[in-house]
């Protein structure tokens, strides 16, 4: 109990909070789509894919946050998708969406484990 009463929550939570965003940056990452573009055009694919950033874990009110951002200025067009010059629909990837839906499932999983080793840890 005495090594319980030192146990450090918010270095928990902090850790905890850090290894779910960078899962899920990596899945924002892997579904975001390149660009094909023919040889011999100049133009190269992937400016959206590399253009994802993951800021650090910082304090906000009684908890923690972490922003996974792109600026690239098309980037909510390729995910929500977007009306075309001739007045059809460009659907959607939806890549943030699927990559929220895939780690909310895998969170008890993820926090157990955490959990467990972090207990581990504090009680050699």
Same mark, same amino acid.
């Given at each position: 109990i005495e090594? !319980?009463? &030192? @146990? *450090? @929550? *918010?270095? @928990?939570?902090? *850790?905890?909070?850090?290894?779910?965003?960078q899962r899920f940056y990596a899945k924002v990452v892997k579904r975001t789509p390149v660009g094909q573009y023919p040889a011999g055009s100049g133009k190269v694919g992937g400016t959206l894919r590399?253009?994802?950033?993951?800021? &650090?874990?910082t304090p906000v009110g009684d908890g923690y946050q972490v922003q996974i951002i792109n600026p690239v200025h098309y980037a909510p067009y390729v995910n929500y998708g977007h009306?075309?010059?001739?007045g059809g629909w460009w659907e959607g990837y939806f890549f943030l969406e +699927?990559? #929220? !839906? #895939?780690? #909310? &499932?895998? !969170?008890?999983?993820?926090? #157990?484990? +955490? !959990?467990v080793k972090f207990l581990q840890d504090k009680m050699k």
């Open positions: 090594q !319980l009463q &030192k @146990f *450090d @929550f *918010d270095a @928990f939570v902090r *850790d905890a909070t850090n290894e779910i965003a590399r253009g994802w950033r993951m800021t &650090k874990v009306r075309t010059r001739g +699927k990559s #929220e !839906l #895939e780690i #909310e &499932k895998e !969170l008890p999983r993820i926090i #157990e484990r +955490k !959990l």
